[in-house]
T-cell receptor
């Protein structure tokens, strides 16, 4: 049973645009929601994370929006750049276990 | 560079071979993990070690055998693998099991 659903599977955005990736979860025991960025040939790297007691967290061009009642959270990348092209994974942490979404391959075109 | 180093980066092995993957971290972390990454699937947690003791084994076939001789090193011993075991194997570490993990670059394994 997939506990974290991520969409879309792939996304193409023009340079300067806003990239939006969505995730939904079911298990209310999750209490920490990180996003990972993975470039080809590399392992995932922690990008930004949020706890459910806040609705938004911003770090530079990256923002997580969190809707606790809907059990949904999303990653927004403002002013998307070609260097942002990578695969992004949402995850949810609870009961000492990290559960990942299936990933979104983001491509930023000039 | 995340501080988690995996070797080798690439490995091709036959189904009758025995090989080992190595992971090393000198971050002072107490928890280490093996994950399997296959195309279009969520990362699959295989094993978790905390303070050198295996604390989680997610129904992984016995042809995968982990070893954690100390808190800085983690091995994954492989024997009689199947072609469907071909994947990227990622090692990760964290200060405690409460924190999200930092990943190595992975070993790309191909079973022929």
């Amino acid at each position: 049973q997939q506990q974290v659903k991520q969409s879309p599977q792939s996304l193409i955005v023009q340079k300067g645009g806003i990239s939006i990736i969505n995730c939904a979860y079911e298990n209310t025991a999750f209490d920490y929601f990180p996003w990972y960025q993975q470039f080809p040939g590399k392992g995932p790297a922690l990008l930004i994370a949020i706890r459910p007691d806040v609705s938004e967290k911003k770090e530079g061009r990256f923002t997580i929006s969190f809707n606790k009642s809907a059990k949904q959270f999303s990653l927004h990348i403002m002013d998307s750049q070609p260097g942002d092209s990578a695969t992004y994974f949402c995850a949810a942490f609870g009961n000492e276990k990290l559960t990942f979404g299936t990933g979104t391959r983001l491509t930023i075109i000039p | 560079e995340t501080g988690v180093t995996q070797t080798p980066r690439h490995l091709v092995m036959g189904m009758t071979n025995k090989k080992s993957l190595k992971c090393e971290q000198h971050l002072g972390h107490n928890a280490m993990y093996w994950y399997k990454q296959s195309a279009k699937k969520p990362l699959e947690l295989m094993f978790v070690y905390s303070l050198e003791e295996r604390v989680e084994n997610n129904s992984v076939p016995s042809r995968f055998s982990p070893e954690c001789p100390n808190s800085s090193h983690l091995f994954l011993h492989l024997h009689t693998l199947q072609p469907e075991d071909s994947a990227l194997y990622l090692c990760a570490s964290s200060l405690t099991r409460r924190l999200p993990a930092f990943f190595g670059q992975g070993t790309r394994l191909t079973v022929v």
